[in-house]
């Protein structure tokens, strides 16, 4: 879970949804600001009812994006810079960047299932996250 000063709160989600601009793929969306404030980046999970009715599969998939999240942005400082690449799974994000991501409908059957050898949610996800961040950089 990322820490609460890097969550964005309700405020500002209406106000990213309003004002933001939103980058889409298969099962999650972005919706984002680009602030030109000083303050630390800004990101949140959102699972609609329509993804899942249980809050018990809603939070799973919250939990399981900022575990990614947390994992993808908590790379020594030194190996971030600017610039993406894959190989080394790092991605720098901007300070005063304000972002939420939304799941789509089948992202529970995508990022909820539990780990096998076949499907891997948390693989998955962060594959899709990756996808997601690198079309905000273009």
């Known amino acids: 879970m990322l820490p609460k000063k890097q969550r964005v709160d309700k405020k500002s989600i209406e106000e990213v949804f309003s004002k933001g601009r939103f980058v889409n793929s298969a099962y999650l969306s972005l919706k984002y600001l680009q602030g030109k404030s000083i303050g630390a980046y800004k990101i949140s999970f959102v699972a609609p009812k329509a993804v899942a009715k249980k809050a018990v599969d809603r939070n799973l998939l919250k939990r399981r994006g900022y ?3 947390k994992n993808l942005l908590s790379k020594p400082k030194s190996l971030q810079n ?16 304000v972002g939420v991501f939304v799941f789509k409908k089948n992202s529970l059957n995508v990022f909820g299932c539990t780990k096998n050898k076949q499907k891997n949610p948390i693989k998955n996800l962060e594959n899709e996250l990756l996808s997601v961040l690198d079309r905000i950089r273009s």
């Open 82 to 97: 600017k610039s993406f690449t894959e190989k080394e799974g790092i991605f720098f994000l901007p300070n005063g960047f």
């Open 67 to 69: 575990y990614v999240l």
